[in-house]
């Protein structure tokens, strides 16, 4: 590539994929000969998504001008050793530059704790680092999260996988406080093996995420929740303006507790979550509270085996507000929909019971709003 053409690139996708061929060896050391600078001198966002032993390349796509990563690799084994070097080697390339990191791969358990101390070496190089994504790679040891935590001050988007207990939990999560000041967007799936009851104590350490505006919690086990803790909560994420719950086990949020929501979440615009109706729902007249900036609410996992539909019908249309759109999800949301961007969000056309339910929201909502 000529000098001139080089100098004007600012984006590169490398997919071994979609070419079926790598990047030649010799192709980059040509390139290296003829542009004394560096290949792409201005590149600044580069997606590379790697299958094959040797993963060098990206060492020679590193000018000082990059600010965004994708690194996608393969979940071979054999690839674990390469992509080990390639972290290392990416910390001194690197260092201090990148505002935007994702990383993709799942190795092995045998092969992780390598790879894991390669990773958190790598975050402790990038001081500059404002938003991280770990959708594929799933974090067993905090002490990468409070590494990046203590590297990266302006830290301002967390979306990565656990897989620690309670206890480590806690830890990862007051890793994240201490960028409390900072942290706008915080998506965390937590699949921890014991499918243990979450309560508040174990989450409150997020309340000190104080500017934070969007939050998703897909966790293993059930999720209690009293109207203090929801309080609670409101009171200290009074900029959340996105909100998704997904407690997968147990039978959900009882749906009456959306009243307490509604009280205290003032700036919440979209929120999804599991329901349930076993308790007593209150009628139109009853609910005490509305949400005020609310435009989207999204059922998950919607099983209703409630016989009186227009109640549940009327209590949503009186406490969701004029401006509300429902959307009643009936397929299950699983963990990797939790990192994309529209899935708590997609309903899908559903059954026809659900379509009934969501028709008499609408009427019920004309009645009451006019």
């Known amino acids: 590539m000529a000098s001139s ?28 000969e003829v542009n004394l ?44 050793e390469s992509a080990k070097r390639l972290l290392y080697g990416l910390s001194s390339s690197l260092a201090n530059r990148l505002k935007y990191f994702k990383f993709r791969t799942s190795p092995s358990p045998s092969r992780d704790a390598d790879l894991a101390s390669a990773l958190t070496a790598f975050l402790k190089s990038q001081s500059g680092l404002l938003e991280l994504e770990l959708p594929d790679y799933t974090i067993q040891d905090p002490v990468a999260v409070a590494t990046l935590c203590q590297a990266a001050t302006n830290l301002r988007t967390f979306n990565a996988r656990v897989n620690v207990t309670k206890e480590m939990f806690r830890v990862i999560l007051g890793a994240l406080a201490r960028r409390g000041d900072s942290l706008r967007r915080v998506w965390i799936v937590q699949t921890e ?28 086990g059930e999720l209690e929740l009293t109207a203090l803790d929801i309080r609670q909560m409101g009171q200290a994420w009074q900029g959340l303006r996105s909100l998704m719950l997904h407690p997968d086990g147990g039978p959900g949020i009882p749906l009456p507790q959306l009243a307490t929501f509604a009280e205290w979440f003032w700036a919440l615009e979209r929120f999804a979550a599991r329901f349930h109706c076993a308790e007593y729902t209150f009628s139109a007249a009853e609910v005490p509270y509305r949400f005020e900036s609310l435009r989207r609410l999204t ?9 009186e539909w227009s109640r549940v019908a009327e209590f949503l249309a009186a406490v969701l507000g004029p401006e509300v759109e429902l959307g009643i999800r009936e397929f299950h949301l699983g ?6 961007e529209t899935s708590p969000w997609e309903v899908g056309s559903g059954s026809e019971k659900f379509r009934d339910l969501v028709g008499a929201f609408y009427q019920a909502h004309e009645a009451i709003n006019g």
């Open 299 to 307: 059922w998950l996992d919607a099983i209703i085996a409630y016989p």
């Open 5 to 32: 053409h080089a100098a004007r690139v600012q984006s590169l996708t490398h997919d071994e994929v979609d070419s079926n061929d790598g990047i030649s060896t010799v192709l980059i050391t040509r390139a290296l």
């Open 193 to 220: 093996p014991d499918n243990e009851t979450i309560f508040l104590a174990d989450i409150e350490l997020m309340l000190q995420l104080t500017v934070v505006e969007d939050i998703r919690l897909w966790l293993e």
């Open 37 to 80: 600078k560096g290949i792409l001198p201005n590149l600044r966002a580069v997606h590379w998504h790697l299958f094959e032993p040797g993963l060098s390349h990206p060492l020679s796509f590193c000018p000082p001008s990059l600010e965004r990563m994708v690194l996608h690799l393969g979940d071979d084994d054999s690839i674990t």
């Open 335 to 340: 963990s990797d929909d939790a990192f994309d």
